[in-house]
């Protein structure tokens, strides 16, 4: 069973471009989450999809960010304008439905210059 | 609001010594506690989990017991490996299904 990707891997943009992180879920998962790790600090919650539907974007920092999952499969990450302080590594996790147990993507390193 | 404290790292120790890494949490309610690790280039994988007060789980040698008294759920192994080495996140769920992660703590291990 694959589990979860996350594309690209590493990417470098320059201030106030746009760029898009896309997460594939373990096939069958219902629950799609994405979280940020700034700076070596600690990993932090952004949103939470069940399905196609936004649960819980509680920890989304501000409207530069947008979160889709289309039809309920993979999802996107997208930041526009990209800021220096948006820098540094999103994991994606799935979990099936009513589970606690969440697996994690390897993450996308984003370094903004 | 919910929050995990780890301790501070690196942690550096020498192969087969005993490693412990303390992890203690804020939460309302009864939250499942996780222990993830990041090793070198890779993702987080669950390394191991407990439910419930006085629950301890285990996985490839590591052990943490789920103290609600101390409200803490520290990590040990009893003889790491050079393989060991990586970065280690404690983690509770408190029913709202995110994480709460900890700061992390970086485990060097040396021959």
């Known amino acids: 069973e694959a589990g979860v990707t996350q594309f690209p891997s590493h990417s470098v943009i320059e201030k106030g471009q746009t760029v898009t992180l896309r997460c594939d879920p373990i096939?069958?998962?219902?629950?799609l989450y994405w979280y940020r790790r700034v700076m070596g600090k600690e990993i932090k919650f952004l949103l939470h999809?069940?399905?196609?539907?936004?649960?819980?974007e509680s920890g989304m920092p501000n409207n530069r960010f947008l979160a889709e999952r289309t039809g309920g499969t993979y999802s996107t990450l997208k930041v526009q304008p990209a800021e220096l302080e948006d820098s540094g590594v999103y994991f994606c996790a799935s979990s099936l439905a009513g589970a606690r147990e969440q697996y994690f993507g390897p993450g996308t390193r984003l370094t903004v210059t | 609001g919910n929050s995990v404290t780890q301790m501070e790292g690196p942690v550096t120790l020498s192969e087969e010594a005993f490693l412990t890494i303390n992890c203690t949490y804020t939460a309302t309610g009864y939250p499942s506690l996780f222990w993830y690790v990041q090793y070198p280039g890779e993702g987080l994988q669950l390394l191991l989990k407990a439910t419930k007060a006085d629950d301890k789980g285990s996985n490839k040698g590591f052990e943490a017991t789920y103290r609600k008294e101390t409200t803490s759920f520290h990590l040990e192994k009893g003889s790491v490996q050079v393989s060991d080495s990586a970065v280690y996140f404690c983690a509770l769920e408190g029913g709202f299904q995110k994480l709460v992660f900890g700061t992390g703590t970086r485990l060097l291990v040396s021959p």
């Open positions: 096939s069958g998962h219902d629950n």
């Open positions: 999809f069940v399905k196609e539907s936004k649960q819980d």
